[in-house]
Structures are given as structure tokens and as C-alpha cells.
């Protein structure tokens, strides 16, 4: 089970001292000096930026070249044929690649939990689930937010095929579109979800924590994952030890220090330092120490990704779940 921040904040605390980790001895020799990541301004790649800004990877002879993605898909497509050898990218992207059957990365940490800054907001008359029936529902399809929709009107006894209409929208898209009335209620994730929530007649109807395998798992509708190229893991493991001490380094950093850390996001964010700060406030940064315990094949992330893959399949998203222990890495963080 996730613990919370401030668990989280005692755990790091009680297992590394500012500079040192229990990964790689710092100054050990690297079997490569220099690798590329994959991210963009969303929230899971926070500690990479920090970690370069602060030096955690130079730290530790590691030079890390950040290289920046529009989309998910074309990340995890650089790193599947090692065009990179690192990225973030959600669970959702990374389970429909498992089930493409390709082998070419490994998932090796859940970096982060973020169930109250995802959800679906409605116009101030809608109260209930219950309540969307008849009405349009704007979601961006194949993600997350579609997955959570699909599932609480599940819940509810809705049949989303026929008891409402759900428009495609961008995430970017859902507050213009709630706002001019174009539809009922929109499912999406911040910073969209933070938008919409300070608008005029609309409320919260609820958040991922609704999402069935979040009560089961604590595991929203498409948690993040760090995810690295297999053939580069196997061949540099020193290497990719180093990366993930300097990225957990981060990590703790940003959750002990987040006014510090907004100041150094909002260059790659574009935000202001006060709606980054607000930002960072909604994270739950899953802590070194909880990764092999949660990564392993009975952990609770592991069986809430299997579980979800299932989910996709139920929801047309997928073909067929792949088994998803085949893709973990465990054994670097020890």
C-alpha cells in the first residue's frame, strides 16, 4: 500500500543521508558517462530536470542529455529501438506496448501518485454519477481519463455505449469546451484538472480515488512508470544504478523542499512558481525504499498493473493482457 507524504517524508529520511544511497557508491566507474531521457513538463519527469539542475547525476559521473516529446507515444517508440536509453511515460501507453508484444524496455519504478489531481468535473447541476445519464462527456481517448470514465460509470449501472455520449477531446481542450457548454462534464488531468476546478459554475464530481482499482490498489486509472531500453539495462547496469540513485536523490529533494523545487520547474513547466508549488502539494512521491517492496511480483503496484491490463482489455482498449511481471526490473534498488 502507497504510504502518505509524510510517511513517505519519515521513510527517506530514516533510509539515506543527503548525499548517499544505498544504490551505487558514488565515484564508481560507470559502464557508460552519459545517457538521454525522454520527458516532458508533465509531473513524472519532475526529478529528472531537478536531479540535472542540482546535479545529482554529475554527482555520480553521469551526464544526463534531456530530450523533450510531445506525446507518450513517440517517447516510448524512441526508447523501444534505443534512440534513447530512459523515459516516464503512463502505465496505459506502457501496458498497450507489453501487448503489442514487444520486449525492448523494462518497467523499473512507480515514481509517483497523483489520484487527486485527475478526475471529472461537471457543471454545478450535475451531482451524481447517476446524474450523467443523457449527457455528453468530453474525454481524451485512450488515456487515463477515459479509463477512469469508463470504469465509475460502470459503477454507477451506466452503459457508456448508451446512456451517455463521449466526445474526444484534447486534455488541453476541456476547460474552453466545459465553459462554452459544448458538453456536460469533461475527465481530465491537471493542469487542465486545476483549471477547471477555479471555474465558474463546475465542481469536482469526483477524482481517481473513485477509480475501482485505486480502493483495491491504490492505483489510479494510469499511474506513471519509469521505464528504461532492456538491452541498455542488461549491458550497464552501474550505469542505470546511478541514474535511478540520482532520480530517487531528486525525488526526495522536490517532497522535503518543494518551494526550492517549484523555483527550478518553471522553466520547464511554464508555470508560475506559485501554481507549480500548488502543483507539487498534490504529489505523493513513492519513495526508494517502498520500491522493491511494491515493484516485486506479489507488490501492489505490480498485481494493480495487471490488474488494469485486464481492465483495458474489458474496455476494448487492448487485445489481450500481457503478463506484466515480464517487463518489471526489480534487483536494482536494493
Known amino acids: 500500500m502507497y504510504k502518505t507524504r509524510r510517511q513517505l517524508l519519515a521513510s527517506a529520511v530514516a533510509l539515506t543521508l543527503a548525499v548517499g544511497s544505498p544504490g551505487l557508491a558514488l565515484g564508481a566507474e560507470l559502464e557508460k558517462a552519459k545517457v538521454s531521457y525522454g520527458g516532458s513538463a508533465w509531473l513524472s519527469h519532475y526529478p529528472v530536470w531537478v536531479g540535472m539542475k542540482k546535479g545529482y547525476f554529475t554527482n555520480r559521473g553521469l ?3 534531456w530530450k523533450n516529446f510531445s506525446t507518450g507515444s513517440a517517447r516510448m517508440a524512441s ?5 534513447i536509453e530512459f523515459g516516464g511515460a503512463g502505465s496505459i501507453s506502457a501496458i498497450a506496448l507489453m501487448a ?17 489531481v485527475e478526475g471529472i468535473i461537471t457543471s454545478s447541476d450535475i451531482k451524481t454519477v447517476k446524474d450523467l445519464k443523457g449527457k455528453k462527456i468530453g474525454v481524451p481517448f485512450a488515456t487515463s481519463s477515459h479509463v477512469l470514465a ?21 486534455a488541453s481542450d476541456t476547460p474552453s469546451a466545459l465553459r462554452a ?9 491537471t493542469p487542465a484538472f486545476n483549471t477547471l476546478k477555479a471555474q465558474a459554475n463546475t465542481h469536482v464530481l469526483l477524482d481517481a480515488k473513485e477509480f475501482s ?37 531528486a525525488a526526495r529533494f522536490i517532497a522535503e523542499n518543494p518551494k526550492d523545487a517549484a523555483a527550478l520547474l518553471t522553466d520547464l513547466t511554464q508555470l508560475s512558481p506559485e501554481e507549480q508549488l500548488a502543483v507539487l502539494k498534490d504529489i505523493e512521491w513513492i519513495g526508494r525504499g517502498e520500491q522493491q517492496k ?39 534498488m536494493q
Not at 460509470?153 to 446512456?163: H, I, S, T, Y
Request: aromatic content about 10%; charged content about 20%.
Open 63 to 65: 551526464t544526463v542529455d
Open 79 to 83: 526508447l523501444a529501438v534505443g534512440e
Open 100 to 116: 503489442s508484444g514487444t520486449k525492448a524496455f523494462y518497467v523499473l519504478a512507480a515514481p509517483d501518485s497523483y489520484a487527486t
Open 150 to 170: 469508463l470504469d465509475v460509470l460502470e459503477q454507477a449501472g451506466l452503459d457508456p455505449n448508451k446512456d451517455v455520449t463521449l466526445i474526444n477531446l484534447p
Open 181 to 189: 457548454k459544448q458538453v456536460d462534464a469533461v475527465a481530465t488531468w
Open 213 to 249: 482499482l485505486y480502493k483495491q490498489y491504490n492505483l489510479g486509472p494510469g499511474p506513471d512508470v519509469l521505464i528504461a531500453n532492456r538491452s541498455f539495462v542488461d549491458k550497464n547496469p552501474k550505469t542505470t544504478t546511478a541514474f535511478l540513485d540520482g532520480y530517487f536523490e
Open 294 to 332: 511494491i515493484m516485486t511480483a506479489g507488490g501492489s503496484f505490480t498485481k494493480g498493473l495487471q490488474s488494469l491490463a485486464e481492465l483495458l482489455v474489458r474496455y476494448k482498449q487492448i487485445d489481450k493482457a500481457p503478463k506484466v511481471d515480464d517487463w518489471v526490473k526489480t534487483g536494482l
